[in-house]
């Protein structure tokens, strides 16, 4: 897909993916997460995604709100454990509305101290909503073993205790710390020239004052492979297997993404969603996930059932993955698994929004955009013994963790 980069003198970055599409899309993508927060301070990132739309030096809660949405525009955020994004499609007439928000949030916010006793309390109910729900909080809980002592496990939202301890000085630290311009891409997916990108952009964002301190960031050591079982409340099992796998720069990572996509991946012909949901009828939900980060990757296998079905279920898995092992798969199967894999990512580009925001990624993570002919390609060259030994590096039980919530015993 063509797309133009135009850096401004500060550092940050304009992307443009030209569309013939009445309808534009646009996000600001910013280098820091979760990851990235001090000892204590779990939540920060997440709490200053929430408290850039309360306020800022020429703007109130209300006319932020009310800047897109009065035109039918949709704006929304979220943060990960190494990024925070805020994103918005529009009219194509609205571009320099649109961008004159992002910047006036992002760099403009005042963090007035009543809107942060508000927002602690939004977030709040947002935690304990995400504890009443056991097939999100386990994905937290599990991360938090599997990065036990690396602020990578520190849960998104934070803790009940440091999200209510927060402070203005906190705030306006992180984002003096964090907010890089060099690593801030602002990106356009619209039927616009090239050169009317850069001239709204430059005006919105050109003036921002050029802040560059070094990222650095404490990779998570691997840790020895824990099973552990807690009980709770709750009517189902549910229960995850994993381990830390590759980078988003491991020259793996491809092969892993097709075989994670084969093996439990999207799509309701997974090996796993035919022999645990299809064949036994164990298991409602069953899949894996493949997760590349800066420096390392999460793979994981989760699976909700009832009690009585919990272990028949772990043990299809690792029957599964015993196959995986002792058959590799050969080439017709692999080839049959590459055309399901690109057909999927193909589709994936009417999603415009996403990808937008996964091209700004990809220019922060390797400072270019793979085409789609680029991204099949590296596809296509994934071998059946490549596969092998990611089956034999990632899949190998002895290394996987088991995390499991387990109804209170009667």
Same mark, same amino acid.
Request: charged residues 30%; contains cysteine.
């Given at each position: 897909m063509e797309y133009n980069v135009h850096p401004l003198p500060n550092g940050i970055r304009l992307l443009h993916v030209p569309? /013939?599409?009445?309808?534009?899309? !646009?996000?600001?993508?910013?280098?820091?997460?979760?990851?990235?927060?001090?000892?204590? =301070? !779990?939540?920060? /990132?997440?709490?200053?995604?929430?408290?850039?739309?309360?306020?800022?030096?020429?703007?109130?809660?209300?006319?932020i709100l009310n800047r897109l949405e009065s035109v039918g525009a949709d704006l929304n955020a979220y943060t990960t454990k190494e990024y925070t994004c805020i994103h918005a499609s529009f009219?194509?007439?609205?571009?320099?509305?649109?961008?004159?928000? *992002?910047?006036?949030?992002?760099?403009?916010?005042?963090?007035?101290?009543?809107?942060?006793?508000?927002?602690?309390?939004?977030i709040l109910d947002e935690i304990a909503s995400y504890v009443d729900q056991p097939e999100?909080?386990?994905?937290?809980? *599990?991360?938090?073993?599997?990065f036990a002592g690396n602020p990578l496990?520190?849960?998104?939202?934070?803790?009940?205790e440091s999200v209510s301890n927060f402070t203005r000085e906190d705030v306006i630290n *992180?984002? =003096? /710390?964090?907010?890089r311009t060099n690593e801030i891409v602002v990106a356009v997916l619209g039927n616009y020239t090239f050169n009317n990108v850069k001239t709204k952009g430059t005006k919105h964002f050109g003036s921002i004052e050029e802040n560059t301190p070094s990222l650095t960031r404490i990779k998570p050591e691997i840790l020895t492979p824990k099973t552990i079982n807690i009980y709770k409340p709750i009517m189902q099992s549910h229960c995850i297997l994993g381990t830390q796998t590759y980078s988003t720069h491991n020259k793996k990572k491809a092969g892993l993404m097709l075989l994670n996509n084969y093996f439990g991946g999207n799509g309701m012909s997974s090996v796993l969603n035919l022999q645990i949901r299809e064949r036994y009828g164990i298991a409602y939900t069953i899949e894996s996930n493949f997760s590349p980060l800066s420096d390392t990757g999460i793979f994981t296998i989760y699976f909700?059932?009832?009690?009585?079905?919990?272990?028949? !279920?772990?043990?299809?898995? *690792? =029957?599964?993955?015993?196959?995986?092992?002792?058959?590799?798969?050969?080439?017709?199967?692999?080839q049959k698994a590459k055309n399901k894999f690109i057909g999927q990512i193909?589709?994936?580009?009417?999603?415009?929004?996403?990808?937008?925001?996964?091209? /700004?990624?990809?220019?922060?993570?390797?400072?270019k955009i793979d085409s789609l002919e680029e991204v099949f390609e590296k596809i296509n060259k994934v071998t059946t013994k490549e596969v092998a030994q990611i089956v034999d590096e990632v899949l190998a039980p002895e290394q996987l963790n088991i995390f499991t919530f387990s109804p209170v015993l009667e």
């Open positions: 569309s /013939a599409s009445t309808i534009s899309h !646009a996000c600001i993508i910013i280098n820091t997460g979760s990851r990235d927060e001090p000892e204590h =301070k !779990a939540g920060l /990132a997440h709490f200053i995604e929430h408290l850039i739309f309360k306020r800022t030096e020429k703007r109130s809660t209300i006319q009219l194509n007439p609205y571009l320099d509305r649109t961008l004159d928000l *992002f910047s006036d949030i992002v760099f403009h916010s005042t963090f007035p101290e009543d809107e942060m006793d508000k927002e602690k309390s939004v999100e909080a386990i994905n937290d809980d *599990f991360e938090d073993m599997l496990g520190n849960n998104i939202l934070g803790t009940e *992180f984002r =003096k /710390a964090n907010y909700g059932t009832d009690k009585e079905k919990h272990q028949k !279920a772990l043990s299809s898995i *690792f =029957k599964e993955i015993k196959k995986l092992k002792d058959k590799p798969l050969n080439e017709l199967q692999l193909a589709l994936s580009e009417e999603n415009r929004i996403g990808l937008i925001i996964s091209m /700004a990624k990809s220019l922060i993570d390797h400072n």
